[in-house]
């Protein structure tokens, strides 16, 4: 499988580091700089390269594992799935992670058969929004934090996105009708609240409160390309699984969360990123 955009990108992230001088201790600040001083691509030769990374992703095993996890989830739903949200996917002819979440995002829908998948993410330049648009996605026009209802059978992509888009998700199609609806895949809900003992015995926010009451299938990451995949899970809500409309404690809506982008970043992962962001050349 090729590295996935090596002829457009020349300059990493380590290079340009480089080139600016940057200390260590600068080198967080200059994310978002980096990403805008890299060179728009061009969007005939990108289209070409990533209907050829489609090709590849779609007979890779992780994507043949994970839409077998999917078609299982639908068919106890007894639907076929008919809509696709993909929120922060990245600047995905910028970084390679997100370059090949795209490529997994096209081919479901492909796979599918879905006419149009909706984007957002409020990165993306006027080159990605015209290859989204090329490669029959749509463009959301305005930032929703999150929340888009599901009023049909609909698969979201929230590849590690902030806490608080998943939660604002919930928020808006928290009723027993809704949910089913959702198929989300993000990072482990199981892993996201690990660590938050207090909030699952006390929980003010939707991931804390359904927890018990999803079905959560890790998608095992054997794909090629590493920190691309890792940590993500498929979350559905099936109906006999929630509580009884009665519940009214469960099925009182939370607050809506700010998003704030660094939330799920550690000292650790910021370091990952320096070393993993760009697209190598
Ligand atoms: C940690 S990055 C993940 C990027 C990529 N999916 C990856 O795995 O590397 C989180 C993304 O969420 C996007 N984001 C922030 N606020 C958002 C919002 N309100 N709606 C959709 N995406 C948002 C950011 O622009 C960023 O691209």
């Not at 990245?90 to 979440?101: D, E, N, V």
């Not at 929340?147 to 199609?173: E, F, G, K």
Request: with cysteine; glycine share 4%.
């Amino acid at each position: 499988m090729s590295g996935g955009g090596e002829e457009f990108q020349v300059v990493t992230r380590k290079k340009w580091m480089a080139r600016k001088c940057l200390s260590r201790r600068n080198r967080h600040k200059s994310e978002s700089d980096y990403l805008n001083d890299c060179p728009d691509v061009n969007v005939d030769i990108f289209q070409a390269r990533m209907e050829r990374l489609c090709g590849e992703m779609s007979q890779s095993d992780y994507f043949i594992a994970t839409m077998e996890t999917l078609q299982q989830q639908l068919e106890a739903l007894k639907r076929p799935l008919e809509r696709i949200v993909c929120l922060g996917l990245g600047p995905f002819t910028r970084t390679y992670q997100a370059l090949h979440q795209a490529a997994f995002i096209i081919s479901t829908q492909q796979f599918h058969k879905i006419k149009e998948t909706l984007y957002y993410d409020p990165v993306f330049r006027e080159t990605e929004k015209e290859l989204i648009k090329r490669l029959n996605g749509t463009i959301i026009k305005e930032d929703r934090a999150g929340r888009h209802v599901a009023q049909v059978p609909t698969l979201y992509y929230l590849p590690h996105c902030p806490y608080a888009l998943m939660h604002n998700l919930l928020l808006c199609n928290w009723s027993n009708e809704t949910l089913p609806n959702v198929f989300l895949i993000s990072n482990s809900f199981e892993m996201l609240t690990l660590n938050r003992t207090l909030a699952r015995s006390n929980p003010n926010d939707h991931i804390a409160r359904i927890i018990n009451y999803c079905t959560e299938a890790s998608l095992e990451d054997d794909y090629e390309q590493q920190n691309v995949f890792n940590d993500l899970s498929l979350h559905c809500f099936p109906s006999e699984k929630l509580p009884g409309t009665d519940n009214t404690i469960f099925w009182t809506r939370c607050a809506p969360l700010k998003v704030n982008e660094d939330e799920l970043r550690t000292d650790q992962n910021i370091e990952d990123e320096f070393s993993a962001l760009s697209i190598r050349s």
